[in-house]
């Protein structure tokens, strides 16, 4: 067959993911942090972008009289904008008016006689730069010491050597933030060129610094440090100390054979190894952990219904400026100034309409959530209902992807506390008498609640809980149970016999 070249129409249809498309995407999927920090970046790049409740600024201040004063003002923010990134948008068309709204100009600076007169002002007051407006009071706080540099501050007076010293930072370097040592030793001799006596030489130093057990590359070599700082490092502890396991397992009969010492040395020795700290690192310099803001609120209503309402302090509030769009589109000359302050105003419109629509989305989906779970908020985790989100795509009409997208990262504050959206997507567990599923979390809040139930004369295994389950129309597997009870870090039957033996448990 011979290869011949030629031209052909062909009609077909198919989906485009258009810049937009794909930035609505990223968007709805996002976290209230997220999306703020993006919301900031965008009010960054784009002039025509302001936040919503903003004070007007006076007409003065906004638009200068002089007209070469204006010529020159739009000249600068054209300069400065196009700098950025440039946001272009296929739907140029706008929706109502919006209110315009200015920021201030700067912050007013306080007369002579409106100042404190206290001596600590007055003090910090002549200290600074007398043409600085705004005072950085930040500078003046203290940074939060960490780990790292208080063990290096330590080495500075205790290792003089060059050598070691170049081995002790890189060892600082592997501790993580508990004050353990990450990486192998024998690696980092060969990382550095030097002997494995020398690195566990200077380890064995940085091993005495505060606090202690600090760098110690385990559990029990963390508690041995500590021990020795005490002068508590006997045989019998250190038999201790090399059988955690054993302790805990509960399984203290084995251990006090192990040790040598009778049953109220052990109970002693045990009580001195919890008043040491296993993770000494986290006194220095933790991370900030941010506690969970909800995007949704569930509220009972009069009538026995669910209110359902968006956490309005996560949404952001942005509007468009429509008097400076104005005034930059009058004073554009060139092609380019015109086609940059266009597509602005267009990227604009669309990030409105986008946050617009994805608290739309969010609400839209919220609401089918507490419809279909509407027996957990009213009786609790035990009624909570198999629910997938295909189920909640087909109510509200949209597509499953959709519905993930919404309920990633994204929580509900309800009368139970605060839970992820995806926590009310559970899978089914069949019923023993054919009749409705359960869901897996409420089987797995019911397998908790016979485990806090029982006693030390009768403790359940994985074995007894399936016959209670099945009993209570609960249809599940041995496995399942003993999966469940993994998950939820519920040791087995015998670790748990002994535990509530040593407690006293009845």
């Not at 011949?4 to 993911?17: D, I, K, P």
């Not at 946001?87 to 315009?100: F, H, P, V």
């Not at 353990?180 to 002997?195: E, F, I, N, P």
């Amino acid at each position: 067959m011979a290869l011949s070249q030629r031209l052909e129409l062909r009609q077909g249809q198919a989906l485009v993911m258009t810049p937009q498309l794909l930035q609505a995407i990223k968007l709805l999927q996002l976290s209230n942090l997220e999306l703020a920090a993006y919301v900031e970046g965008e009010l960054e790049r784009n002039p025509l972008l302001e936040r919503a409740g903003e004070e007007e600024a006076s007409e003065a201040a906004a638009e200068p009289a002089d007209p070469s004063a204006r010529a020159e003002r739009f000249e600068d923010d054209w300069t400065v904008a196009s700098q950025g990134d440039r946001r272009g948008a296929t739907d140029g068309s706008l929706g109502a008016e919006l209110e315009n709204v200015f920021p201030d100009d700067g912050p007013v600076k306080p007369s002579p006689a409106e100042l404190p007169t206290e001596p600590l002002y007055s003090q910090w007051h002549a200290g600074a730069n007398a043409d600085d407006d705004v005072h950085n009071l930040e500078a003046y706080v203290s940074a939060e010491t960490t780990l790292a540099h208080h063990l290096a501050t330590q080495m500075a007076l205790a290792i003089s050597d060059p050598a070691q010293r170049m081995i002790g930072q890189y060892l600082i370097d592997l501790v993580d933030e508990a004050g353990y040592l990450t990486g192998d030793l024998r690696a980092v001799a060969d990382k550095l060129g030097a002997r494995l006596e020398d690195v566990e030489a200077v380890l064995g130093i940085l091993q005495t610094f505060d606090p202690p057990g600090v760098c110690a590359r385990s559990l029990p070599e963390c508690l041995s440090i500590q021990l020795k700082e005490r002068d508590r490092f006997d045989p019998a502890m250190h038999a201790l100390v090399d059988n955690l396991d054993l302790l805990a397992k509960r399984d203290l009969a084995t251990l006090r054979r192990k040790c040598g010492v009778s049953e109220e040395d052990l109970a002693d020795m045990i009580a001195e190894i919890r008043s040491l700290n296993p993770k000494p690192g986290l006194a220095f310099g933790s991370t900030l952990v941010q506690p969970i803001v909800p995007d949704v609120f569930v509220r009972a209503a009069p009538d026995g219904s669910w209110h359902v309402e968006l956490n309005s302090d996560t949404l952001p509030k942005v509007l468009i400026n429509q008097r400076y769009y104005a005034r930059l589109a009058e004073g554009a000359q060139r092609e380019r100034e015109k086609s940059y302050v266009a597509d602005c105003l267009q990227a604009a419109t669309w990030l409105v309409r986008a946050l617009d629509q994805r608290a739309k989305t969010i609400l839209k989906v919220s609401s089918e959530i507490v419809r279909q779970q509407e027996a957990f908020f009213a009786k609790g985790v035990a009624f909570l209902r198999p629910l997938n989100l295909r189920t909640v795509a087909d109510a509200i009409g949209m597509h499953e992807s959709t519905v993930s997208r919404v309920t990633a990262n994204k929580y509900m504050a309800t009368n139970r506390g605060i839970f992820e959206l995806k926590y009310f997507f559970t899978s089914a567990i069949a019923a023993a008498d054919g009749g409705e599923a359960h869901a897996a979390e409420a089987v797995r809040y019911r397998i908790r609640q016979l485990i806090d139930g029982e006693s030390a004369t009768d403790v359940l295994s994985d074995d007894a809980i399936v016959e209670k389950l099945r009993a209570s129309g609960i249809n599940i597997a041995r496995r399942t149970v003993a999966k469940y009870r993994e998950a939820m870090h519920i040791p087995s039957s015998v670790q748990r016999r002994r535990e509530k033996m040593a407690r006293g448990d009845v």
